[in-house]
């Protein structure tokens, strides 16, 4: 029984220094790649924020205009004017979906097929982003979303206690 009990004894002499080495160097590697992992979020987030600022090399503007009783279309034209990335947006890259009447359940295959038809004009003119100017109700809103996931576009929403449309980054960021 003592020899049992001195092989376990100098077994655990054996391997607590290297337990201790495996333990030190685990500790260094996680360390170093949660280090790596916050680097690259911060590196992505910083990125993002430029992109969503900058107006693109042919930026273009799909504007959704689906509020009863408003003319949104006149207030973004002015925004527009005093943005220095949007200002010179040339009309052919300009699209507007637009409806006079409140949006119905049953308006949403048309609605469907007005923003296809917006976004193709888009496409057609060479843009490589689209900024998005919503005045829609949430359905709306989703379907030129759903889209819109695989290109670059940039939301803009009226903000009511600033009183201007606010950009409010990239449809879809990296993940």
Same mark, same amino acid.
């Given at each position: 029984?003592?020899?049992?009990?001195?092989? #376990? @004894?100098? #077994?655990?002499? !054996?391997?607590?220094?290297?337990?201790?080495?495996?333990? #030190?160097?685990?500790? $260094?590697?996680?360390?170093?790649?949660?280090?790596?992992?916050?680097?690259?979020?911060?590196? %992505? %987030? @910083?990125?993002?924020?430029?992109?969503?600022?900058? &107006?693109?090399?042919? +930026?273009?503007?799909? $504007? #959704?205009?689906?509020? @009863?009783?408003?003319?949104?279309?006149?207030?973004?034209?002015?925004?527009?004017?005093?943005?220095?990335?949007?200002?010179?947006? +040339?009309?052919?890259? $300009?699209?507007?979906?637009?409806?006079?009447?409140?949006? !119905? +359940?049953?308006?949403?295959?048309?609605?469907?097929?007005?923003?296809? =038809?917006?976004? =193709?004009?888009?496409?057609?003119?060479?843009?490589? %982003?689209?900024?998005?100017?919503?005045?829609? &109700?949430? +359905?709306? !809103?989703?379907?030129?979303?759903?889209?819109?996931?695989?290109?670059?576009?940039? $939301?803009?929403?009226?903000?009511?206690?600033?009183?201007?449309?606010?950009?409010?980054?990239?449809? %879809?960021?990296?993940?």
């Amino acid at each position: 029984m003592m020899q049992v009990w001195n092989f #376990l @004894v100098w #077994l655990a002499e !054996t391997l607590d220094p290297i337990n201790s080495l495996i333990g #030190l160097v685990t500790t $260094i590697v996680a360390g170093f790649t949660a280090f790596m992992v916050w680097q690259d979020q911060r590196r %992505r %987030r @910083v990125w993002l924020q430029e992109i969503a600022h900058s &107006p693109g090399e042919r +930026p273009s503007m799909l $504007i #959704l205009d689906l509020l @009863v009783g408003q003319d949104a279309r006149a207030q973004i034209e002015n925004f527009r004017r005093q943005q220095e990335g949007l200002k010179d947006i +040339p009309e052919d890259r $300009i699209a507007v979906v637009s409806r006079s009447s409140k949006l !119905t +359940p049953e308006d949403m295959f048309q609605l469907q097929q007005d923003i296809r =038809a917006a976004i =193709a004009k888009l496409a057609d003119a060479g843009t490589d %982003r689209i900024h998005l100017f919503l005045a829609a &109700p949430q +359905p709306a !809103t989703a379907v030129v979303g759903a889209h819109l996931a695989n290109t670059s576009t940039v $939301i803009y929403h009226y903000d009511r206690e600033q009183g201007t449309y606010v950009n409010y980054g990239l449809l %879809r960021p990296m993940a």
